[in-house]
């Protein structure tokens, strides 16, 4: 997530030489990446979303934004 960004809430993944930027609402995804980097991200979106939800606020806000846990 950054700073300057413009809705609909969203963040940024990168895998090697991937990006996709996926939606916190739905999980909308807009880039390739092989399927199994997706499907981690997936579930991570799925784990946390309200955290995403409150980091998108809080950058447009421009607070600080709070670590979110990644997958084990």
Same mark, same amino acid.
């Given at each position: 997530?950054?700073?300057?960004?413009?809705?609909?809430?969203?963040?940024?993944?990168?895998?090697?030489?991937?990006?996709?930027?996926?939606?916190?609402?739905?999980?909308?995804?807009?880039?390739?990446?092989?399927? +199994?980097?997706?499907? %981690?991200? #997936?579930?991570? /979106? &799925?784990?946390?979303?309200?955290?995403?939800?409150?980091?998108?606020?809080?950058?447009?806000? +421009?607070?600080?934004? %709070?670590? #979110?846990?990644? /997958? &084990?």
């Amino acid at each position: 997530m950054n700073y300057r960004e413009h809705g609909p809430p969203h963040f940024h993944a990168w895998y090697g030489g991937s990006e996709v930027t996926v939606k916190i609402s739905d999980g909308a995804v807009t880039g390739e990446m092989p399927k +199994r980097a997706l499907g %981690l991200i #997936i579930e991570w /979106l &799925e784990l946390h979303r309200g955290e995403l939800r409150e980091n998108w606020k809080r950058a447009e806000e +421009r607070l600080p934004l %709070l670590p #979110i846990t990644p /997958l &084990e």
